[in-house]
């Protein structure tokens, strides 16, 4: 069935260094793919997205990368700051259309931690 | 405020009881999802609506489990005979279209005891 794989499941890095966070997707249909970011107590909050006609994008100090032949995408957080420490969600589903496939899957969140 | 609200925003009760909660997407939005995510994981996918319509249900969602969204605006997610395992944070997202970008609501925390 459709799956999403997350790694790694937490992360630990120094103010102001980097942080990458990497999935993997099954369904070749999949053709977008957003990143939530949950903090304790709150509902995801997306905070980049990407399609799969677009091999990567930046916003600031956050890019994602897409990789459609291998089915794998990353998210890559630069000059990371205290208040980037959240949970961290990979998803993927199939936009457009009619399709009833329009559900969300989830990969299993990395729990990212930055040390002062 | 204009995101997707949730009520209530935490929930605790017995065993055997019935439960409801509802959500109100954002105004103009015509999907509207339900997720449950229990503690450590992603968000499961339970059930979507296109305006009033349920167009789809996730073999998650047990005979105990209803879903409605009578006009199309607010919607509520009712569990008849609630068991310990049922306890998790329910999610309400919504959309415009078919475009994907799905808007979280804050979850509605559920204990079973």
């Known amino acids: 069935g459709e799956n999403v794989e997350q790694h790694p499941s937490t992360l630990s890095v120094q103010e102001g260094d980097s942080a990458v966070i990497k999935c993997t997707y099954s369904?070749?249909?999949?053709?977008?793919f957003p990143w939530y970011k949950q903090e304790l107590g709150k509902g995801p909050q997306l905070i980049i997205d990407?399609?799969?006609?677009?091999g990567e994008k930046k916003d600031q100090r956050i890019a994602v990368t897409l990789n459609k032949t291998a089915k794998h995408f990353s998210l890559h957080i630069t000059e990371t700051q205290p208040e980037d420490s959240a949970v961290y969600f990979c998803?993927?589903?199939?936009?457009?259309?009619?399709?009833?496939?329009?559900?969300?899957?989830f990969g299993s969140g990395t729990r990212l931690s930055i040390r002062p | 405020d204009t995101g997707v609200s949730q009520n209530p925003r935490h929930k605790i009760t017995k065993r055997g009881q019935n439960v409801t909660f509802r959500c109100d997407p954002i105004s103009e939005h015509n999907r509207l999802y339900w997720y449950r995510q229990t503690l450590g994981q992603g968000p499961e996918f339970l059930t979507y609506f296109q305006n009033e319509a349920q167009l789809e249900k996730s073999r998650l969602l047990s005979d105990r489990f209803s879903a409605e969204r009578p006009k199309g605006s607010f919607s509520t997610l009712e569990i008849q005979r609630t068991e310990q395992g049922d306890s998790a944070m329910y999610l309400c997202?919504?959309?415009?279209?078919?475009?994907?970008?799905?808007?979280f609501g804050p979850g509605t925390r559920l204990l079973v005891l």
């Open positions: 998803a993927a589903t199939r936009a457009g259309g009619y399709s009833s496939a329009s559900k969300i899957i």
């Open positions: 369904d070749s249909a999949s053709n977008y």
């Open positions: 990407i399609r799969s006609n677009v």
């Open positions: 997202a919504s959309s415009l279209g078919t475009g994907g970008t799905q808007y």
